[in-house]
Every structure is written in C-alpha cells, then in structure tokens.
C-alpha cells in the first residue's frame, strides 16, 4: 500500500506560478498529477516514469507544467508557471504499481486527497 499526500496548492494569480508536491510512503512505479474542476470530469495533467526517464503532459499544459520526481525522497513535483485561470482545480497525486507511464485515471492503484489550486483572473 502507498499513502500519497500533497502539497504546495493555493491561490494564485494569472500568469504566477505554484510548485505541487507529492510525499509518498512508499517508492511508487509511475506515478501522475490529475485535476478535476468543479462540474468537470478528472482530466489527466502530467505523469512521469519510475526513474524520470519518461514524461508525459497534457497539451492544455506543455509548455508551462512541469514534472519530476526525486526517488531519494520518495517525492513526485508539478511545476506550474504561467498559470491561468482555467487550471483552477483540486490536483490529485496517483501512482501505479505498472512500470509505464499511463494518461488514464482508472490505471493508477493509488490517490493522494488533493490539493486545491485557485487562479484568479
């Protein structure tokens, strides 16, 4: 079993940044960020590989997310820059027992709580 929780999730302006981070108990395979804003499905956000060599983001957000992970600590973070208005959401941290990379929700084994993200206009 891995015990996810996040952090780093606030209020923000347009066009300001924010760091997420993701604490697990355990060393997750692939792990990912989802977000899911009120009214609106999860939607897939970023995903990174068990050693970081694979990435994956969005296209709602490449070019201005970033993910990475650092294995020593057991700890998965979400660089968002550029933030708008429409990123606003509660931002979930997953983690898989699979070793690939997966953009769909329902293959990932493990869920954080969330975090909320607010960008005002």
């Known amino acids: 079993q891995v015990q996810l929780v996040e952090s780093g999730g606030g209020l923000v302006q347009a066009g300001g940044s924010l760091r997420l981070s993701c604490a697990a108990s355990g060393s997750g395979n692939a792990m990912g960020w989802f977000r899911q804003a009120p009214g609106k499905e999860r939607e897939f956000v970023a995903a990174i590989s068990r050693f970081g060599g694979s990435t994956y983001l969005a296209s709602s957000v490449k070019g201005r997310f970033t993910i990475s992970r650092d294995n020593a600590k057991n700890a998965v973070h979400l660089q968002m820059n550029s933030l708008k208005p429409e990123d606003t959401a509660v931002y979930y941290c997953?983690?898989?027992?699979?070793?690939?990379?997966?953009?769909?929700?329902?293959?990932?084994?493990?869920w954080g709580q969330g975090t909320q993200v607010t960008v005002s206009s």
């Open positions: 997953a983690a898989r027992r699979a070793l690939g990379i997966s953009t769909r929700d329902s293959e990932y084994d493990y």
